[in-house]
């Protein structure tokens, strides 16, 4: 049997794999038949993976097998809701980045990934980015909701530097992918994070507040003090992978302390009778925001 050189996959181009070999080698890769036919994803090959090269001609190599992964972070595939999409593999945190302004704060798309990372066993940080902007009223109810969650939260700019050494100490070491809608400022943290790299940044669209989504592919860059991050293109819906109604609400953190209270076993805390999420909402033990969110998401699923 030949000897296979082990590698990870930095980036994507096409057809084309950037993979970095264990002894420092960046090639570009094409992938074996056989390997895409024998993925239940499709994305046989995702960024993050580890893989099992043998050589081509110089500077290329063949992907051969695709070593199982320890954490996905996945999605149903758009326009294919049956098929799960890898975004990136073997990744260890997802930081959901959303902006407090422009485009619009939106807790919504933060619990989606939340649900995601948990999913795909992958430790969840928030980044709260374009602080130098006026905050909305929500904001600190926002901010402390997650923060008692236990989840670490950031804010940053990107234009007075705020919390940008906070976020190099926290991704210092680890290989964390940056995610949230177009426009909130993925790039340009990761501008701030990686000196010299220089990633193409939009400006927000003034009639949509949107942002025009720049980032096209996903790519790992090395942290100088160690580790990886990788940008990932603007996602306006997040839909979730394989979770169903009834489990939904183990993925809200706050429920679990009324869990087996509510008058139905089966309950999942919307018009029942007697249910204890409902009364802690009531009382305000309970977010108002968390629980709209988990009714938005219930319905979608
Ligand atoms: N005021 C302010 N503007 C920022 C900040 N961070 C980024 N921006 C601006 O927001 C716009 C969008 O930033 P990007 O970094 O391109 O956003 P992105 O999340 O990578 O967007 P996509 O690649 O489309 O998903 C740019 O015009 C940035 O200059 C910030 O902290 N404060
Ligand atoms: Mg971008
Ligand atoms: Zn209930």
Redesign the pocket.
């Known amino acids: 049997m030949t000897e296979f050189e082990k590698g990870v996959v930095l980036a994507t181009r096409g057809r084309l794999f950037e993979v970095i070999t264990e002894s420092g080698n960046k090639l570009k890769c094409e992938v074996r038949r056989k390997v895409k036919s024998e993925a239940e994803a499709t994305t046989p090959v995702a960024v993050g993976d580890d893989v099992l090269l043998s050589p081509s001609h110089e500077g290329s190599a063949i992907i051969e097998k695709v070593l199982e992964r320890r954490t996905a972070f996945s999605r149903p595939a758009v326009g294919q809701e049956k098929i799960k999409q890898v975004i990136a593999a073997n990744l260890d945190k997802l930081a959901i980045?959303s902006s407090i302004t422009s485009p619009k704060l939106k807790t919504g798309l933060i619990d989606r990934f939340l649900i995601s990372a948990q999913k795909g066993n992958l430790k969840p940080v928030i980044i709260i980015?374009?602080i130098?902007?006026p905050k909305p009223k929500e904001f600190e109810t926002v901010f402390s909701a997650y923060k008692s969650l236990g989840i670490e939260i950031f804010p940053?700019?990107?234009?007075t530097g705020e919390g940008i050494e906070d976020l190099k100490i926290a991704m210092r070491g680890h290989k964390t992918i940056l995610v949230?809608h177009?426009?909130?400022?993925?790039?340009?943290i990761i501008n701030q994070l990686v000196p010299g790299l220089d990633l193409k940044?939009?400006?927000?669209s003034k009639s949509t507040n949107r942002?025009?989504?720049?980032?096209a592919h996903i790519e790992l860059f090395e942290l100088p003090s160690g580790g990886f991050l990788a940008d990932s293109?603007?996602l306006k819906v997040m839909g979730i992978w394989d979770v169903n109604k009834a489990e939904l609400q183990y993925y809200y953190r706050e429920f679990e302390k009324y869990n087996g209270t509510c008058r139905f076993k089966d309950c999942v805390h919307i018009h029942e009778p007697d249910c204890a999420v409902k009364q802690a909402l009531a009382k305000g033990e309970i977010e108002n925001f968390r629980y709209e969110n988990y009714l938005a998401i219930l319905e979608s699923l």
């Open positions: 980045v980015n374009k130098d902007l940053t700019s990107c234009e949230g177009s426009g909130v400022g993925k790039s340009s940044t939009a400006t927000i942002g025009k989504q720049t980032t293109p603007g």
